[in-house]
T-cell receptor, first 114, second 113 residues
Framework: AQSVTQPDIHITVSEGASLELRCNYS??????LFWYVQSPGQGLQLLLK??????LVQGIKGFEAEFKRSQSSFNLRKPSVHWSDAAEYFC????????????FGRGTSLIVHP | DVKVTQSSRYLVKRTGEKVFLECVQD?????MFWYRQDPGLGLRLIYF???????EKGDIPEGYSVSREKKERFSLILESASTNQTSMYLC????????????FGQGTRLTVV
């Protein structure tokens, strides 16, 4: 069975600082990987996804993520955080092929200080 | 743009009531999901549907049922609401295919008193 671990429950950064949110997955083959963002009181919005090819993936709002098979990781990064990035971030993994069922991590809450 | 609409943003129901949460998507997606979101627990899958009239239990189906009579609509039913079902409920839809992402509704915040 697939699983996702987001080790950090909360991350606090200053506005303008760089950001890295960690995600580790467990799956036997090459997974489909996703990062979603959830603003307070809202549903989830896709930031980016990886399923093959270049292991560095660009997403919306200036985010990127890098797939590292050897570390079973898919960490999310942003070079300079804005106050509007404060939100909950979820990593998700899906089995390759067919009607996969996405499995979500428990989320990381990002707090941005001015 | 894909739109997933949940019928209510906020609901307050009494213990023992039968509760219906409705979800409609407008992009002809085959797959639909109901998740429950609680602080510190992330998203937990209640039920999903591969296609019309098809449903499968997720990780926490107890106390819930679902209905999918039409492709665009996926309903979550709490047969007899209990206080431990107070939560945020999220509906999602997805085009069939492993690399396709899920699109989420705004969520329904259900309080059972």
């Amino acid at each position: 069975a697939q699983s996702v671990t987001q080790p950090d429950i909360h991350i606090t950064v200053s506005e303008g600082a760089s950001l890295e949110l960690r995600c580790n997955y467990s799956y036997g083959a090459t997974p489909y990987l996703f990062w979603y963002v959830q603003s307070p009181g809202q549903g989830l919005q896709l930031l980016l996804k990886y399923f093959s090819g270049d292991t560095l993936v660009q997403g919306i709002k200036g985010f990127e993520a890098e797939f590292k098979r050897s570390q079973s990781s898919f960490n999310l990064r942003k070079p300079s955080v804005h106050w509007s990035d404060a939100a909950e971030y979820f990593c998700a993994v899906g089995a390759s092929g067919g009607s996969y069922i996405p499995t979500f991590g428990r989320g990381t809450s990002l707090i941005v200080h001015p | 743009d894909v739109k997933v609409t949940q019928s209510s943003r906020y609901l307050v129901k009494r213990t023992g009531e039968k509760v219906f949460l409705e979800c409609v998507q407008d992009m002809d997606h085959e797959n639909m999901f109901w998740y429950r979101q609680d602080p510190g627990l992330g998203l937990r899958l209640i039920y999903f549907s591969y296609d019309v009239k098809m449903k499968e239990k997720g990780d926490i189906p107890e106390g819930y049922s679902v209905s999918r009579e039409k492709k665009e609509r996926f309903s979550l039913i709490l047969e007899s609401a209990s206080t431990n079902q107070t939560s945020m409920y999220l509906c999602a839809s997805r085009k069939s295919g492993g690399y396709n992402e899920a699109f989420f509704g705004q969520g329904t915040r259900l309080t059972v008193v």
